[in-house]
């Protein structure tokens, strides 16, 4: 298992046991392996928090760290998401470009389908942003981007303010969540149903779920629900 002597260290032994391959490293939520990390993280974004609001979906804090080149899945968009880029190690350099220069041009969007190859083509229009330990960078959710290489290690944390989010997934989860507690063990069947009319035990699931609705159990797990949110800051993975 290699170990290394610090990030540079270990990036170098991951190098020599995939023959000298250059890495890429992505962790996603990573304040489930850190909770000082975590408390920094949100630490840091409770002024910002306070100011914008909670992102509709989520907020990712995402480790990328390595030697390689180029972002692997070259030029691309996140959908609805704006990010924060924290510099720990090395030298970061992005090439962003605002959406309309490849949305309003779809021989442009065609070319992107080369990958990483396509990046010579549109560099010369790009904005550049080269940052180092302490910095940060920020572009929009609405903004193309790819990370390329400088030289040497490099170590971010990516943070993402996700605000696209679908209401009826956020809802059914809940219910989902609301209404198995409250079947408990009726909430798992094994049968046949008639095709003749609907089963007594989803007649009787339905009934469950509108008390959940009109006797203010529902209202209160959301109500919950949305307070641990708030206390996460809109972090979906959480460990005290």
């Known amino acids: ?7 540079s260290g270990y990036i170098q032994e991951l190098n020599a046991t995939f023959d000298g391959a250059r890495v890429g490293i992505i962790l996603n939520d990573v304040e489930l392996y850190n909770a000082r990390l975590g408390v920094l ?18 907020v990712e804090s995402t480790i990328f760290a390595g030697d390689y080149d180029v972002t692997p899945f070259g030029i691309h968009k996140d959908d609805s998401a704006d990010v924060l880029t924290l510099v720990i190690e090395g ?32 560099e010369k229009d790009a904005t550049e942003l080269i940052a180092e330990p302490g910095d940060v960078m920020y572009w929009p959710g609405s903004a193309y981007h790819v990370a390329t290489g400088t030289g040497g290690v490099v170590a971010t944390c990516a943070i993402g303010f996700w605000h696209k ?37 989803l007649e009787a699931s339905t009934h469950a779920l509108r008390e959940l609705l009109t006797g203010g159990e529902f209202q209160a797990a959301l109500t919950k629900a949305w307070a641990e949110r708030v206390e996460r800051l809109g972090f979906m993975a959480y460990r005290e």
């Open 1 to 7: 298992m290699p170990r290394g002597d610090g990030l």
């Open 41 to 58: 993280l949100r630490e840091l974004l409770a002024p910002l928090i306070s100011r914008v609001g909670i992102p509709a979906r989520n």
């Open 91 to 122: 030298r970061k350099r992005m090439l962003v470009w605002p959406e309309a220069y490849f949305d309003e041009h779809p021989e442009r969007l065609q070319q992107l389908q080369a990958g990483n190859a396509a990046i010579p083509l549109f």
């Open 165 to 201: 989010a679908n209401l009826s997934e956020m809802i059914s989860e809940l219910v989902k969540d609301v209404l198995t507690s409250k079947l408990g063990g009726r909430n798992t069947i094994i049968d046949n149903w008639r095709p003749d009319a609907v089963p007594s035990e």
